[in-house]
């Protein structure tokens, strides 16, 4: 059998506010004691952290008013908004490009670890942004 040796972890994180490029890699609906949850995986495109995940997770609500957090990030994935009654398939979600801003959050068990986070989902560079008169009118 082989023999493994205990070591100090290697695992870093992204700095809190940094910006980066990424696909959706992954949305997995889950059954929690709480109740459901999308976790969602992220890829890095770009830059110096390319090739790292950043996971995070929303409830599988998709309200308009109050917006909820996974609703915010398909307006910002598809660069659209929705009406009441409009649906969505998370898998046509999967690939699209996005920024996030990293934040970090600590651990429930221990306060001193942290993990990384999306603060905030953005369009990919470069997309049209619909500005309050576009979409009101």
């Not at 695992?11 to 890699?25: H, Q, R, S, Y």
């Not at 490009?97 to 651990?107: L, N, Q, Y």
């Not at 306060?111 to 009118?137: D, H, I, Q, S, Y």
Request: hydrophobic fraction near 35%; glycine fraction near 8%.
């Amino acid at each position: 059998m082989p023999v493994y040796e205990a070591t100090e972890s290697d695992f870093e994180l992204i700095p809190e506010g940094t910006v980066v490029a990424a696909v959706v890699k992954e949305i997995e609906h889950k059954e929690l004691s709480f109740g459901p949850r999308l976790n969602w995986k992220f890829d890095v495109t770009e830059g110096e952290y390319k090739g790292w995940t950043v996971n995070d997770g929303t409830s599988p609500k998709f309200s308009i008013d109050p917006p909820s957090k996974m609703y915010e990030w398909a307006v910002q994935l598809l660069q659209r908004t929705f009406e009441v009654g409009d649906t969505i398939d998370t898998d046509d979600l999967i690939g699209l490009p996005c920024r996030i801003e990293i934040g970090h959050k600590p651990d429930r068990e221990d306060p001193n670890k942290f993990w990384m986070r999306v603060e905030t989902l953005l369009p990919p560079r470069g997309a049209a942004t619909a500005n309050a008169e576009a979409v009101f009118g």
